[in-house]
């Protein structure tokens, strides 16, 4: 527990459930920002009731409520970490520096919506009480004994916060598709280049030869469909990180407590489920997590993960597409490279220090490189 000023209190929690879901949600999707389904109670209370998410996984929930005279007007998703897996901000190689000095790097703090590289609120709260939440996060870091706190996938205003309390910010990169007010598919071919339009109108036509493409939203997805997805979601889990990270149960609590948010787009072949991909619907933005098949189809992929993405969100009126981690392949699909950035607080002076001088040159560095994919993107060059 830390005391903060003006009679301020910020305490952890080893369990989502022990704040009360109202309270939280009002704090994390406030009515007047775009809503964002992996800050909402019930996405995270669905990982740890699962045990997607538990001490035994490496994430020990630790989440940060701060409160004024006993109201709760702060919180924040926070996990004593074990290890460095599932954050898609890497920091093996600072790890492995600060063991090298003697010192050991986990556990650690994190907030961010694991296994989930998607920008979003961290510091949920008002903006009277941002800078004293990123104080009290410091605090609990120094009292829990971690090495360090790192927050990940920010915010603009999150970011503002955090530098201005004297965090190090560090630039990634993704690749967005923006909504440019496109009334169909074929409007926003229109503004690509000849070839990659011819490119891309043949890729989908190749994709969609021998598979039939359903998009199933809430309870239109039945238990089939997600035990279909379950065995893509293994495939694809095994052969990318070893083993998945999510249990099958998260798949049934999330469809039961936020069935609204979960776009299923599913490729049948011959009424049969041969390929999937999982996204969740914000208010302003459709973001793809997952994918996985059964059977190789030329394109499917790229069909069922981007381009069938877009045309969902050119339908909802969307404004954007995020389509999750890294991926240079889909810049000639119309997705373009913006800065993602995450916030960090070591509890050495002198790790800090070096670990600062490091993200000078590397955010100068992914800058450019930033800039200069720009040039590979296929719209029409003016």
């Known amino acids: ?22 309270s939280w949600n009002a704090l994390a999707n406030p009515s007047d920002q775009a809503f964002n389904p992996f800050v909402a109670h019930e996405f995270l209370s669905a990982l740890e009731d699962s045990k997607s998410v538990s001490p035994e996984a490496g994430w020990a929930p630790m989440h940060l409520v701060m409160e004024d ?34 010192g050991r790097y986990y556990p650690k703090l994190l907030s961010a919506a694991p296994f989930t590289p998607a920008q979003g609120p961290r510091l949920l709260t008002t903006p009277s009480y941002k800078f004293n939440l990123a104080s009290a996060l410091r605090q609990v870091t120094t009292q829990l004994g971690a090495s360090s706190l790192h927050v990940n996938f920010l915010t603009e205003d999150d970011r503002q916060a955090l530098t201005m309390t004297e965090y190090l910010i560090r630039m990634g990169e993704q690749y967005h598709w923006f909504n440019r007010g496109y009334q169909s598919y074929e409007d926003f071919l229109g503004t690509l280049s000849s070839r990659k ?36 979601y293994q495939d694809t889990g095994a052969r990318k990180w070893g083993q998945p990270y999510l249990t099958r149960s998260f798949f049934r609590l999330i469809a039961e407590r936020m069935p609204e948010c979960i776009l299923l787009i599913i490729a049948d072949r011959d009424c049969h489920p041969v390929a999937g ?34 045309d969902f969100a050119i339908a909802h009126g ?65």
């Not at 926070?78 to 890497?90: N, V």
Request: hydrophobic letters at 40%; proline letters at 2%; one cysteine or more.
């Open 69 to 102: 005279a006993g109201a709760i007007v702060g919180v924040v998703p926070l996990y004593l970490k074990g290890h460095s897996q599932g954050e898609y901000i890497f920091d093996h190689h600072w790890a492995d520096a600060y063991a090298r000095a003697g």
């Open 197 to 232: 339009r011819k490119t891309i109108r043949r890729e989908r036509r190749e994709a969609i030869e021998s598979v039939t493409i359903r998009h199933l939203i809430g309870d239109d997805i039945t238990d089939a469909h997600w035990d279909a997805f379950w065995q893509f």
């Open 318 to 382: 969307l404004k954007r597409v995020e389509a999750g981690a890294q991926g240079q392949h889909k810049i000639s699909r119309g997705y373009e490279p913006v800065p993602t950035w995450s916030a960090h607080w070591f509890s050495n002076e002198n790790f800090s220090s070096a670990i600062e001088r490091y993200l000078e040159a590397e955010c100068e560095q992914t800058g450019m490189e930033i800039e200069s994919l720009k040039a590979f993107t296929p719209f029409k060059k003016s």
């Open 277 to 310: 991909a999982l996204n969740f619907i914000g208010g302003d933005t459709l973001y793809g997590r997952y994918w996985g098949c059964t059977e190789d189809v030329s394109f499917l992929h790229f069909e069922l993960c981007y381009h069938q993405a877009i």
């Open 1 to 22: 527990m830390a005391d903060g000023a003006d009679g301020l209190i910020a305490r952890t929690v080893s369990s989502i459930d022990d704040v009360d879901a109202s």
